[in-house]
C-alpha cells in the first residue's frame, strides 16, 4: 500500500483505490484505509518501475499529464471509482529515469475522436464508421466491464463506405454506410445500411435497397469481448477475446466472473460459434428495407450492487426550459448541454431517486464529489431536486469519526470554544470532533452509522478519524507544473456547504436542508481544522482538508487562492445557515472571514507594473507563487447571500478590477476561453491539464462572477470566445481543450484526454447562459431579485421553465439589460437588486 502523498513526491502507480480518508502521518498497513484521494493509474501504459521517486511526465518530467481513468461503477464506497492525475516529483535523476526493463508501446485510447454515447451507468464507444473493431475503447460498456469488444458488420463480404456518423443524442447515435451491390453497373450505390446505436446496449441495423433489382447476399456481424474492465482498457491492457458460446438467439460469453450476452431479432440464419459470427441470407426487394435488432446485456455486474442510471418513471431532476435569445447560439447550447446532463445521471441502487451526475466519460464515469456538487450548482436555476440527490449521496461518504460514549470528554485543543460551538474560536482554529449540536449521525448517512456509534464505511479509529471527520472524499488532481497535486477533497468539502445554503435559497424543502445539516457543521469543523497555525502552512491560511496537522507540520503544503476564496464563502454561507436553523457558531465564522479577508488582501497581494495581481499559492514561508493561471477567478464567485445579494469577496474593488483586466488579457485569454496558465510562463503547454489547456468551467465562472461584479466589458469578451468554441464542439462542449491562440478559420483543438461528455462543462454552459439574467431568489425571505448583465450580450433573452421554490419562474431581459419577470410564484416579493 502507498504511503500518503507528500508534496513534490511522485505517488506510486498501481491500481486505483478506494477512495476513503486515509490514517494520517502513517504508512497505511495491508487492509487499511487508503488516501481520500487513491492511488492514480497511469491510462496509457504500465510504467517500469513504481513507488515514490520514479519520474513520470509531472512536474519536472517530460510528457503529457494525462488524467487517469476511473475504476468501474461500484468499484468503491463511493459508488464510483475516481479518476486521478500523475504528479512526478522534480529533479529526479537521468539514471533513474531510464531504469528498468524497456517495455512495448500501448495504444493510446481515440477517446477524443470516439463517437460516444452515454446513458449511465451504459456507455458505447465507436469511430465514426459506426464499427466496433475492439481497438482502443471501442465496444458497449456496463458498469465499467466492456461487455462487447467488437461487433464487425459485412454485406456480401464488404464493409458499408462510412458516409456520416453522428451523436442524435447523448445517448444515441447514427452510422449511414453504403453498398454497392455485386455486378451493379450503376455508379449510384444501390443499398444503403443505417445502424442506430443506443448506449443501453442496443442497435438496430437496417438495409434498405433503393436500386432497380432485388439484392440477394449475406449479412454477417462478427462479435467478440474480452468482458475487460474499462480501467484496464484504459491504460491500454487489452486481453484476448473469450470463447463465445451459441444460445438460443445469438452468442454468450463468459469469463472473469462475469459474463454477456448478444441476442438478435429475428434470429440468425446461422451463428458460427467459433468465428463469432451471426449470419443472415438477405432477399431485399427494390424499395424495401430489412431490418434486425441487436441488444448486448451484461448478466452479472462485477460487483454486489453498482449504482444505477436513471430508472423507469423517475422525472430528471430539472425542468426542461426554453430558451430564446437574439444569439441563437445560447438555445442550442443549453439544449445540448442538459441532453449531455441527462446521460451521465447516476443514483445509489438502494435509493433510486437520489439522482447525481457521473464526472465525466470515458474516463470518470463515476461518482466524484466535487464534480458533481458543481454541476448541480450550476443547474439550481432549474429546480433544486439534483442537488438534494447529490448532496445526500455525498453525505451518506462524508468521513464520520467514531462518537464518543455519552458524557466522555473531548481532548482538550487550543483554541476550541469552551461551549463546544461549531465556530473557530479567536484564538485560532481548533481541531475537535462533531461540533455541538449536531445530532450524531443524519438520516443521510448509512444506517450502521446511526445510532450504534460505528462510523460510516471506511472510517478509521481514534486520533486519526477524529482528525478527518467531515471530509468528504475525492481523488487527487495535477496541480500544474507550478505546485503539487491537490486533493479534491478539499473542494468537495467546502463546495458541500455553498450548494446546501444556495439550494437553500432557491427553495430546498426547509426540512430536506435540516437533515443535511449536521453533516454542513462537520464539513465546517473540517474547515476550521485545516487552518494553519504556524510550522504546517502560512499562518491564518486554509491548505489541505485531508491531512491533519500533525502530517502538514511534517510536510508542509501551499495555502492556494481557489482554496482561500472557497473557504471564506463556506464560512459565510455556513454562517448564514447556522443563524437561519438556530446553531451556534454563525459570529465567530463571519468575524473568522472577516480575518481572513484582511490577511488575503496583505499577503497574497502582488505589486507589479501593470498594477499588480494575486498570487496563485502561498508556500509555508509566506512566499507567494506569483504563477498567473485561470483558477483566480474563484476570486468573482463569492456566493448568493440573502435578500438577493452577494456576499463580500477577499479582494477590494481595485484589486478586482486589476484582475478583471488581467484575465482577459492574452496572456490567458486564447479568444476561445481562459488558459490555465499564462502563455508568458515558460512552462506554458496548450495541452496540459494546468498549463495552458482552456477549461470550460472556469471560463463559465469568470463569467458570471465578472458580470456580478460589474466588468461586463470583460465578460463579454470570454462569454464571445466560449460561444463560437461551443459551435467547433458541435454545442457539446468538452471537459477541455487546447488553449492554442485563436486563428481565423482554426477551430479548437481538442484535448485527447478530455472527457466527453463532462459533467462540469456541460453545467457550466446552462450556468453560462442562465446567470446572464441574474436572478437571485431568496425564498426563506420571499424575495427575488434580478441584475441581469446591462450590455445584454446575447441580445434579447427569454428564459421560461426555470425554478424558483419548485414553482415556474420566467424572465426576459431586453436588448438594453432590462429585466421584467413574467412568471414567478405569488408568494415571492419581486424586487431589482
Request: aromatic share 4%; glycine share 12%.
Amino acid at each position: 500500500m502507498p504511503t500518503p502523498y507528500a508534496p513534490g513526491a511522485t505517488p506510486p502507480y498501481g491500481t486505483l483505490t478506494t477512495p476513503t480518508p486515509y490514517a494520517p502521518g502513517s504508512a497505511p498497513a495491508t487492509g487499511a484505509a487508503t488516501p481520500p484521494y487513491g492511488t492514480p493509474t497511469p491510462p496509457f501504459g504500465t510504467p517500469t518501475r513504481s513507488g515514490p521517486g520514479v519520474p513520470g511526465p509531472g512536474r519536472g518530467g517530460a510528457g503529457p499529464r494525462p488524467d487517469y481513468p476511473s475504476a468501474p461503477l461500484g468499484a468503491s464506497p463511493g459508488g464510483a471509482g475516481v479518476r486521478s492525475e500523475q504528479v512526478a516529483g522534480a529533479g529526479t535523476p537521468a539514471a533513474a529515469r531510464q531504469a528498468g526493463p524497456a517495455v512495448a508501446p500501448r495504444p493510446q485510447p481515440s477517446a477524443a475522436h470516439d463517437i460516444l454515447c452515454v446513458n449511465a451507468p451504459g456507455m458505447a464507444a465507436s469511430g465514426p464508421d459506426g464499427q466496433l473493431r475492439g481497438q482502443s475503447l471501442h465496444g458497449f460498456f456496463r458498469h465499467g466491464v466492456r461487455t462487447l469488444a467488437r461487433m464487425e458488420l459485412r454485406l456480401g463480404g464488404m464493409e458499408p463506405v462510412p458516409l456520416q456518423g453522428t451523436l442524435t443524442s447523448a445517448a444515441a447515435a447514427r452510422f449511414l454506410g453504403s453498398v454497392r451491390v455485386p455486378g451493379d453497373l450503376d455508379p449510384d450505390p444501390a443499398l444503403t445500411v443505417e445502424r442506430l446505436r443506443h448506449a443501453d446496449g442496443a442497435e438496430t441495423v437496417t438495409v434498405r435497397n433503393t436500386g432497380a433489382r432485388p439484392a440477394r447476399l449475406p449479412l454477417e456481424i462478427a462479435l467478440g469481448t474480452d468482458l475487460g474492465q474499462l480501467t484496464d482498457i484504459a491504460a491500454g491492457r487489452r486481453s484476448a477475446d473469450l470463447p463465445g458460446q451459441v444460445q438460443s438467439s445469438g452468442l454468450r460469453w463468459a469469463g472473469q466472473g462475469r459474463a454477456a450476452t448478444v441476442s438478435a431479432r429475428p434470429s440468425p440464419h446461422a451463428v458460427l460459434a467459433g468465428a463469432g459470427v451471426l449470419r443472415w441470407d438477405l432477399e431485399v426487394q427494390p424499395g424495401a428495407r430489412w431490418s434486425v435488432d441487436l441488444q448486448v446485456e451484461l448478466e452479472a455486474p462485477s460487483t454486489g450492487r453498482p449504482p444505477t442510471g436513471r430508472g423507469p418513471g423517475v422525472p430528471l431532476p430539472w425542468s426542461e426550459p426554453e430558451v430564446r435569445a437574439d444569439d441563437r447560439r445560447a438555445e442550442r447550447l443549453v439544449g445540448r448541454a442538459l441532453d449531455t446532463l441527462s446521460g451521465l445521471l447516476l443514483a445509489d441502487a438502494d435509493r433510486p431517486t437520489d439522482l447525481y451526475t457521473a464526472s465525466g466519460a470515458p474516463w470518470r464515469f463515476g461518482l466524484t464529489a466535487a464534480d458533481a456538487l458543481w454541476a448541480a450548482r450550476m443547474t439550481l436555476p432549474l429546480g433544486t431536486r439534483l442537488a438534494a440527490g447529490t448532496l445526500r449521496a455525498t453525505a451518506r461518504r462524508q468521513h464520520l469519526a467514531p462518537q464518543q460514549p455519552v458524557g466522555a470528554a473531548r481532548p482538550a485543543e487550543a483554541g476550541t470554544a469552551v461551549d463546544g460551538t461549531s465556530g473557530p474560536s479567536v484564538a485560532g482554529p481548533s481541531r475537535t470532533g462533531s461540533p455541538a449540536g449536531s445530532g450524531g449521525a443524519s438520516a443521510a448517512q448509512p444506517a450502521a452509522a446511526q445510532g450504534s456509534g460505528s462510523p460510516a464505511p471506511g472510517a478509521e479509529s481514534g486520533a486519526a478519524a477524529q482528525a478527518l471527520d467531515g471530509v468528504i472524499p475525492g481523488p487527487l488532481r495535477h496541480g500544474g507544473p507550478e505546485l503539487p497535486a491537490s486533493c479534491t477533497a478539499t473542494e468537495a468539502t467546502l463546495l458541500f456547504v455553498t450548494v446546501l445554503a444556495e439550494a437553500w435559497r432557491w427553495g430546498m424543502p426547509r426540512a430536506e436542508v435540516a437533515e443535511l445539516l449536521p453533516a454542513v457543521e462537520r464539513a465546517l469543523g473540517a474547515l476550521r481544522a485545516a487552518v494553519a497555525e504556524g510550522p504546517d502552512g502560512p499562518v491564518g491560511f486554509v491548505t489541505d482538508l485531508g491531512r491533519p496537522a500533525e502530517e502538514r507540520a511534517a510536510r508542509p503544503g501551499p495555502a492556494r487562492c481557489e482554496v482561500q476564496a472557497q473557504a471564506h464563502r463556506a464560512a459565510l454561507q455556513g454562517a448564514d445557515l447556522l443563524d437561519a436553523f438556530d446553531r451556534p457558531g454563525a459570529a465567530e465564522w463571519r468575524a473568522w472571514a472577516a480575518e481572513l479577508r484582511e490577511r488575503f488582501r496583505e499577503q497574497f497581494w502582488i505589486d507589479d507594473l501593470s498594477g499588480g495581481r494575486p498570487a496563485a499559492a502561498l508556500l509555508a514561508s509566506d512566499r507567494p507563487v506569483p504563477a498567473l493561471a485561470s483558477t483566480l477567478v474563484h476570486l468573482f464567485d463569492v456566493g448568493l447571500a440573502g435578500e438577493g445579494e452577494l456576499h463580500e469577496g477577499l479582494l477590494d474593488r481595485e484589486q478586482a478590477r486589476l484582475l478583471a483586466q488581467r484575465l482577459v488579457t492574452p496572456e490567458l485569454d486564447c479568444g476561445w476561453g481562459l488558459r490555465t496558465l499564462s502563455a508568458k510562463s515558460p512552462r506554458f503547454n496548450p495541452l496540459g491539464h494546468r498549463s495552458g489547456v482552456v477549461r470550460v468551467q472556469e471560463t463559465a465562472l469568470a463569467v458570471s462572477g465578472l458580470v456580478d461584479a460589474g466588468f461586463e466589458r470583460e465578460a463579454e469578451i470570454l462569454l464571445e470566445g466560449l460561444l463560437e468554441a461551443s459551435a467547433h464542439f458541435d454545442y457539446r462542449l468538452p471537459e477541455m481543450y487546447a488553449g492554442e491562440q485563436k486563428v481565423t478559420d482554426c477551430p479548437p483543438v481538442p484535448h485527447p484526454a478530455a472527457c466527453r461528455p463532462a459533467a462540469m462543462s456541460a453545467a457550466a454552459a446552462v450556468h453560462l447562459v442562465l446567470s446572464l439574467a441574474g436572478v437571485r431568489p431568496d425564498v426563506p425571505s420571499g424575495r427575488v431579485a434580478t441584475c441581469p448583465a446591462s450590455t445584454a450580450p446575447l441580445g434579447a433573452l427569454e428564459l421560461t421553465g426555470l425554478r424558483v421554490a419548485g414553482e415556474p419562474f420566467s424572465v426576459r431581459v431586453s436588448r438594453i439589460g432590462v429585466a421584467v419577470v413574467e412568471e414567478a410564484p405569488s408568494f415571492l416579493q419581486l424586487a431589482a437588486s
